[in-house]
Every structure is written in C-alpha cells, then in structure tokens.
T-cell receptor
C-alpha cells in the first residue's frame, strides 16, 4: 500500500523568506501523480502544484516549486517570498488509483 | 465556473441516526471522490464514483455508502452513526477517473452526539 510521510508537523517562516516542506512516499508503482494541497484555517482545500512521475522536470507555479526525486521517493515543496496568506495546513498527496494524503504540515508565516 | 459545492455545510446528529451528504461537482467533471478528515486519522479516502459506478473504495465499514447520479452529482450516506463518525467530510471532483487533478469542496462538518 502506498504511504505518504510528512515529517514536519509544524513549521514557521518569516514573511518574504523561503521555506521547504518535506514529503516522502512509498510505492512500487512507476507511474503515479503527486500533489501539494493547502488548507487555510477554516477554508477549503486548494491545489498548489501537481507533478507527474514520468516527467523529470520539476513543476513550478509562481512562488511554488517542487523538488521531485523519483529514486529517493521524495517530493518537497519550496515556497519562495512567503506571504501571510500562505499560512495554512499543507498536504502532500500521492495518486495512483486513489488519493493518499500525508498527515500535513502546519505552516505559519510570521510578519 | 462554479466550484464544487457541498450541502449541508454543518450537521448535528445523534448516535444511531443516519445522514446523507450531497456533493455537486464542477460542471463537466465526471468523477467524484469522498474523504473523511479527522484530527486523529487525517484525510482518508472513502470512495470514488465515475459514470454512476463506484470505482474505488477505501477501508471503511459498510455503514458508509454512496451513489452518483447521471448529472454526476453524488451523495454519501452513513447509517447507524457512531461518535467516531464526527468529522469533516470532503468531496472532490475531477474531469476523469484516476489520474486527474481533484478539486475540493468546502466540506460538510458532521457532529455526532
């Protein structure tokens, strides 16, 4: 069974700085998809970024980028120029047939 | 396009009752997945429906069931409610089944007393 591990339950970063959230996963599959979702306090889950396992190039979306290491089964999220609105719970997710989520990392951006 | 909508947003039930939650996907999306979110267990996959058929099912007891209608709207039902069923129930829709990006609704917060 696929498992997703986020080893950092909580993190904080100063506004305008860069932070990296870690995620590892376990699978024997070769083709799959990885996602980062964010869930702001009392608000709904929003897609941050998506990565297809067959693509070697790391996905980027504006200030958000990933470091995808397929052999190491690692999928970290880098947030550059952190903003107060980035404060949220961040979930790493693995999809093959269904979506499996990590436990989440609570990120606080401090002014 | 309107996003995924879920009704009701909040529910309070007592043990032993049953409950039905509704999810309307983004227009054109044919796949609907349901998740349970609790502080202790995190986000857990319940089931996925595509073209009115259940395609995948998570590890939940048979008290949890669902269905999908021809317009892709989905409902999930929980019978004989237990205190441990208190959770945020999230619905997500995607264009196709399996590999597609899922877009989440705001959730239904169920409290079982």
């Amino acid at each position: 069974a696929q498992t997703v591990t986020q080893s950092q339950p909580e993190m904080s970063v100063q506004e305008a700085e860069t932070v990296t959230l870690s995620c590892t996963y376990d699978t024997s599959e070769n083709n799959y998809y990885l996602f980062w979702y964010k869930q702001p306090p009392s608000r709904q889950m929003i897609l941050v970024i998506r990565q297809e396992a067959y693509k070697q190039q790391n996905a980027t979306e504006n200030r958000f980028s990933v470091n995808f290491q397929k052999a190491a089964k690692s999928f970290s999220l880098k947030i550059s120029d952190s903003q107060l609105g980035d404060t949220a719970m961040y979930f790493c997710a693995f999809m093959r047939n269904d979506m499996r989520f990590g436990a989440g990392t609570r990120l606080t951006v401090k002014p | 396009k309107a996003g995924v909508t879920q009704t009701p947003r909040y529910l309070i039930k007592t043990r032993g009752q049953q409950v039905t939650l509704s999810c309307s996907p983004i227009s054109g999306h044919r796949s609907v997945s349901w998740y349970q979110q609790t502080p202790g267990q995190g986000l857990q996959f319940l089931f996925e429906y595509f073209s009115e058929t259940q395609r995948n099912k998570g590890n939940f007891p048979g008290r949890f069931s669902g269905r999908q209608f021809s317009n892709s709207r989905s409902e999930m039902n929980v019978s004989t409610l237990e205190l441990g069923d208190s959770a945020l129930y999230l619905c997500a829709s995607s264009l196709e089944q399996g590999s597609d990006t899922q877009y989440f609704g705001p959730g239904t917060r169920l409290t079982v007393l």
